[in-house]
């Protein structure tokens, strides 16, 4: 494999949902779920972002970040509704996705870009929450297909797309 192309389609494993977490209403913390309905039109079903942006349906961050954030933060663990992303993901570099598929479930996501921080880091986090955040946020991603998608669920790269 001399193609750096080709070594961009090459994942050493699948990855796995770990976490779900929707925002009802605007500015009201997270609830915690097992699963959700993703809709191509409104992302996931009962979030209030409901797809107000078309590359931004859902927000997926690295289960891996978590731990460095928290360490970052001088904390042992970070609850990942703090970090107000939807989709927590193991083992599988999220950033690595960007402009590709991947398959949740029987949903279909295209990684569109990297999910910045807001300023509400800075009050869910402490101070310095903002800069701790910066280059650890995630991920947007757009529905391309619907469906469900459940904690335990593989997370696998379509490379027939």
Known sequence: MDNINDLFNVFPRSGRVEWIGIRPERNTAVEVV???????????VGDHY?????????????????PVVAALLGRDILDPALVRRNIVVSGINLLAL???QIQLGDVILKITGQCHPCS???????????????GHGGMTAKVV???QIRVGDAVV???SE
Do not use: C, F, W
């Open 34 to 44: 097992d699963s959700v309905a993703v809709s191509e039109k409104k992302g996931l």
């Open 50 to 66: 409901r797809g107000q942006s078309g590359s931004r349906h859902v927000t997926l961050i690295q289960a891996e970040h978590l």
């Open 98 to 100: 960007k402009d590709k």
């Open 120 to 134: 509400k880091m800075e009050a869910t986090l402490g101070p310095g929450g903002y800069n701790t955040m910066r």
């Open 145 to 147: 297909q619907g469906g």
């Open 157 to 159: 790269v379509n490379l």
